[in-house]
């Protein structure tokens, strides 16, 4: 059971242009919503985060948005560069101990 | 701020024998993750400890998998015997707790490979 879904395997995009990453989760107890971004070979990093009582967190380039009715979430990356492309994984938390679920992530290449 | 240290980074085994993780969480650091990666797929929290007790354990293979965090610190995974469907990325995380705002710091991971 995929509670949390990234439907895209794979974005390409012009550099300066927008990315839009999408996200979407089933279960209702999902509270906090948050982005990771990860590089061949390392660990996945925090990128931005949300809380379920907002619709909007913007930090930089990087901005979330949250539409709790349709259970979906977006990543906009705005200008994109070379640098971001990555794997990005979206990740939600609800419950005791605020467990972490994982979405299977979307590849990113920014094209210079 | 030193990171969350894991090795080894590569392991090679057959399958049915056994292999061991280390993690070294940041210092301070309360909550302790261990997920398993397999290819294509998101990390999967295997185990989650808060100090030295286990606090979610649901997906941990018990019959193979087996991790402990003595001390409350450092931490290890270990898999008795392995199977060809354990090959993935082992990551290990930690954060300063289970507060909603506070994000997982994550390891570079342990890659298995079983043969």
């Known amino acids: 059971d995929q509670q949390v879904k990234q439907n895209s395997p794979s974005l390409s995009v012009q550099e300066g242009r927008i990315s839009i990453l999408n996200c979407d989760y089933t279960?209702?107890?999902?509270?906090?919503f948050l982005w990771y971004k990860k590089y061949p070979a390392e660990g996945p990093t925090f990128l931005i985060s949300?809380?379920?009582?907002?619709d909007k967190n913007e930090d930089g380039r990087f901005t979330v948005f949250l539409n709790k009715s349709a259970k979906h979430l977006s990543l906009h990356i705005v200008p994109s560069q070379p640098g971001d492309s990555a794997v990005y994984f979206c990740?939600?938390?609800?419950?005791?101990?605020?467990?972490?679920?994982f979405g299977t992530g979307t590849k990113l290449q920014v094209i210079p | 701020e030193a990171g969350v240290a894991q090795s080894p980074r590569y392991k090679i085994i057959e399958k049915r024998q056994s292999v061991a993780f280390w993690c070294n969480p940041i210092s301070g650091h309360a909550t302790l993750y261990w997920y398993q990666q397999i290819l294509g797929q998101g990390p999967k929290l295997l185990i989650q400890f808060q100090n030295n007790g286990v606090v979610d354990d649901s997906q941990l293979p018990k019959d193979r998998f087996s991790a402990e965090r003595l001390k409350g610190v450092d931490s290890t995974l270990k898999i008795q015997p392995a199977k060809l469907e354990d090959s993935a990325v082992y990551l290990c995380?930690?954060?300063?707790?289970?507060?909603?705002?506070?994000?997982?710091?994550f390891g570079d991971g342990t890659r298995l490979s079983i043969l």
């Open positions: 949300i809380s379920s009582i907002k």
């Open positions: 995380a930690s954060s300063l707790g289970t507060g909603a705002r506070q994000p997982q710091h």
């Open positions: 279960n209702s107890m999902f509270d906090y």
């Open positions: 990740a939600a938390k609800g419950g005791g101990y605020q467990k972490v679920t």
